[in-house]
Nanobody, 123 residues
Framework: QVQLVESGGGLVKPGQSLRLSCVTSGNIEDVITMAWYRQAPGKQREFVATITHGIIANYTSDVKGRFTISSDTAGSEASVYLQMNRLKPEDTAVYFC???????????????WGQGTQVTVSL
Protein backbone atom coordinates (compact mmCIF):
# COMPACT_ATOMS: atom_id res chain seq x y z
CA GLN A 1 0.00 0.00 0.00
CA VAL A 2 1.43 3.35 -1.06
CA GLN A 3 1.24 6.24 1.38
CA LEU A 4 2.23 9.87 1.07
CA VAL A 5 3.56 11.70 4.10
CA GLU A 6 3.73 15.50 4.10
CA SER A 7 5.77 17.73 6.37
CA GLY A 8 6.94 21.30 6.63
CA GLY A 9 3.75 23.19 7.33
CA GLY A 10 3.51 25.79 10.04
CA LEU A 11 2.68 29.34 11.06
CA VAL A 12 4.59 32.16 9.38
CA LYS A 13 4.21 35.90 8.87
CA PRO A 14 3.38 37.46 5.52
CA GLY A 15 6.44 37.69 3.31
CA GLN A 16 8.17 34.72 4.90
CA SER A 17 8.92 31.33 3.35
CA LEU A 18 8.13 27.67 3.96
CA ARG A 19 9.22 24.46 2.27
CA LEU A 20 6.79 21.56 2.12
CA SER A 21 7.97 18.01 1.60
CA CYS A 22 6.11 14.85 0.67
CA VAL A 23 7.60 11.37 0.54
CA THR A 24 6.03 8.16 -0.71
CA SER A 25 6.26 4.87 1.10
CA GLY A 26 5.26 1.51 -0.28
CA ASN A 27 5.53 -0.12 -3.66
CA ILE A 28 5.48 2.66 -6.22
CA GLU A 29 6.28 1.60 -9.77
CA ASP A 30 6.41 4.63 -12.05
CA VAL A 31 5.36 7.94 -10.50
CA ILE A 32 4.86 10.16 -13.50
CA THR A 33 3.14 13.12 -11.89
CA MET A 34 3.30 14.67 -8.46
CA ALA A 35 1.43 17.72 -7.35
CA TRP A 36 0.31 19.98 -4.54
CA TYR A 37 -3.26 21.04 -3.90
CA ARG A 38 -4.65 23.17 -1.11
CA GLN A 39 -7.95 23.67 0.65
CA ALA A 40 -8.78 26.81 2.57
CA PRO A 41 -11.53 26.84 5.21
CA GLY A 42 -14.94 26.81 3.59
CA LYS A 43 -13.53 26.37 0.10
CA GLN A 44 -13.02 23.50 -2.30
CA ARG A 45 -9.65 21.86 -2.80
CA GLU A 46 -7.74 23.68 -5.53
CA PHE A 47 -4.73 22.98 -7.69
CA VAL A 48 -1.47 24.69 -6.73
CA ALA A 49 1.35 23.12 -8.75
CA THR A 50 2.23 19.95 -10.62
CA ILE A 51 5.42 18.41 -11.95
CA THR A 52 5.53 15.68 -14.59
CA HIS A 53 8.48 13.37 -15.22
CA GLY A 54 10.41 15.49 -12.77
CA ILE A 55 10.86 18.37 -15.16
CA ILE A 56 7.61 19.81 -16.53
CA ALA A 57 6.14 22.15 -13.93
CA ASN A 58 2.88 24.08 -13.97
CA TYR A 59 1.42 26.46 -11.45
CA THR A 60 -1.83 28.18 -10.73
CA SER A 61 -1.56 31.87 -11.51
CA ASP A 62 -1.95 32.80 -7.82
CA VAL A 63 1.41 31.30 -6.92
CA LYS A 64 3.42 31.64 -10.12
CA GLY A 65 6.70 33.40 -9.42
CA ARG A 66 6.45 32.76 -5.67
CA PHE A 67 6.25 28.96 -5.41
CA THR A 68 8.58 26.36 -6.90
CA ILE A 69 7.77 22.66 -7.20
CA SER A 70 10.46 20.02 -7.54
CA SER A 71 10.62 16.26 -7.28
CA ASP A 72 13.06 13.42 -6.86
CA THR A 73 12.88 9.67 -7.34
CA ALA A 74 15.27 7.27 -5.71
CA GLY A 75 14.57 3.58 -6.10
CA SER A 76 11.11 2.80 -4.76
CA GLU A 77 10.66 6.22 -3.14
CA ALA A 78 9.45 9.44 -4.72
CA SER A 79 9.48 12.89 -3.16
CA VAL A 80 7.95 16.21 -4.08
CA TYR A 81 8.73 19.59 -2.58
CA LEU A 82 7.06 22.97 -2.64
CA GLN A 83 9.22 25.99 -1.90
CA MET A 84 6.85 28.81 -0.97
CA ASN A 85 8.26 32.33 -0.90
CA ARG A 86 6.64 35.70 -0.21
CA LEU A 87 3.72 34.00 1.48
CA LYS A 88 0.44 35.86 1.77
CA PRO A 89 -2.48 35.42 4.19
CA GLU A 90 -4.54 34.07 1.30
CA ASP A 91 -2.10 31.17 1.01
CA THR A 92 -3.44 29.88 4.32
CA ALA A 93 -4.80 26.39 3.74
CA VAL A 94 -4.24 22.71 4.26
CA TYR A 95 -1.80 21.57 1.59
CA PHE A 96 -2.18 18.08 0.13
CA CYS A 97 0.37 16.07 -1.78
CA UNK A 98 -0.68 14.00 -4.81
CA UNK A 99 1.08 11.25 -6.75
CA UNK A 100 0.04 9.51 -9.95
CA UNK A 101 1.69 6.09 -10.14
CA UNK A 102 1.52 4.22 -13.43
CA UNK A 103 1.35 0.46 -12.91
CA UNK A 104 3.67 -1.24 -15.35
CA UNK A 105 1.52 -4.35 -15.93
CA UNK A 106 -1.74 -2.57 -16.75
CA UNK A 107 -0.64 0.95 -17.64
CA UNK A 108 -3.29 2.25 -15.26
CA UNK A 109 -2.45 5.34 -13.25
CA UNK A 110 -3.30 4.95 -9.58
CA UNK A 111 -3.79 8.17 -7.63
CA UNK A 112 -2.62 8.70 -4.08
CA TRP A 113 -3.17 11.58 -1.67
CA GLY A 114 -1.48 12.63 1.51
CA GLN A 115 -3.30 13.60 4.70
CA GLY A 116 -2.42 17.25 4.43
CA THR A 117 -0.25 19.75 6.26
CA GLN A 118 -1.49 23.08 7.62
CA VAL A 119 0.04 26.30 6.38
CA THR A 120 -1.03 29.47 8.17
CA VAL A 121 0.15 32.92 7.11
CA SER A 122 -0.76 35.55 9.65
CA LEU A 123 0.58 38.48 11.62
Amino acid sequence: QVQLVESGGGLVKPGQSLRLSCVTSGNIEDVITMAWYRQAPGKQREFVATITHGIIANYTSDVKGRFTISSDTAGSEASVYLQMNRLKPEDTAVYFCYAGDRRRMSGTVVEYWGQGTQVTVSL
